[in-house]
């Protein structure tokens, strides 16, 4: 495709719509059926103040998100649990189309967060999530599902950092608006080579994906602990992807953080 082809992105309206997240879920991750979120639970989301979003090409489901309500500090938020674009429409900004409407939508509803989580060692995803989206992570969960079937995780522990979208922030504002982020001193600095995607895929190279999967949950877990947190990600001309992590300023103050 040479041409950028037209999004329309809207709240999925029929059960087949819904249908067609499912099977484009499992198209995506290609699960075990035991491991798919089933139709019942994006109804249900759908009917309690969650979201189910799709993006459509030609009347064709390409991508969808999904987010469910929640609740901490007696404060609410979304939790955006699954997005996924077919394939051949990566590239395309299907995702931050999607994401974009998710935050439109929840901020007609008053919501001012929206969390999800994201595997530490998917480039692609963090440069999108930290500076498309402005974005922030302070937490790192170890092996969340634990191992899955998905060929995409390469049998590893299902290790995830927790995206904070703060939907009214300055950052997130100026982000959005192409705007340079606010500046900030890295006191850290985690890398994750180009290679991993490889060293994932094939056996014999497994092993390396865990020894670096290993070394930066501990490089993420102490900074972490000191009160840092990623504001900043860089790719360079060879995809190699790194993490910069700088002090939370308490000035910013976000509610319930």
Request: aromatic share 12%.
């Amino acid at each position: 495709m040479s041409r950028r082809p037209a999004i329309l992105v809207r709240k999925c309206q029929t059960l087949d719509e819904i249908r067609a997240c499912v099977a484009l879920q499992k198209e995506v991750w290609a699960f075990a059926d035991i491991e798919l979120v089933p139709l019942r639970i994006f109804v249900v989301a759908q009917k309690i103040g969650g979201q189910v979003i799709g993006a459509f090409i030609n009347n064709e489901l390409v991508g969808f998100a999904m987010a469910i309500p929640a609740v901490r500090n007696r404060h609410s938020f979304l939790y955006s649990h699954m997005l996924a674009v077919r394939k051949q429409y990566r590239n395309f900004g299907v995702g931050r189309s999607l994401k974009l409407f998710q935050r439109d939508e929840a901020l007609g509803r008053g919501f001012e967060l929206m969390e999800w989580t994201f595997d530490p060692l998917e480039i692609k995803n963090a440069y999108l999530n930290i500076e498309k989206l402005g974005a922030i992570v302070r937490r790192y969960n170890v092996n969340q599902y634990g191992i899955t079937s998905s060929p995409l995780q390469g049998g590893l522990p299902t290790d995830r950092l927790v995206a904070e979208w703060w939907l009214k922030s300055k950052r997130v504002e100026n982000v959005l608006k192409e705007r340079a982020r606010a500046p900030f001193t890295p006191e850290a600095t985690i890398s994750v080579p180009a290679q991993i995607y490889d060293w994932k895929s094939k056996p014999e190279t497994r092993n390396r994906a865990l020894q670096l999967q290993d070394h930066n949950r501990a490089e993420f877990l102490e900074a972490f602990a000191k009160g840092l947190a990623v504001l900043g990600y860089e790719g360079d001309q060879q995809g190699n992807g790194t993490f910069l992590l700088g002090r939370w300023d308490e000035k910013w103050n976000y509610p319930f953080s």
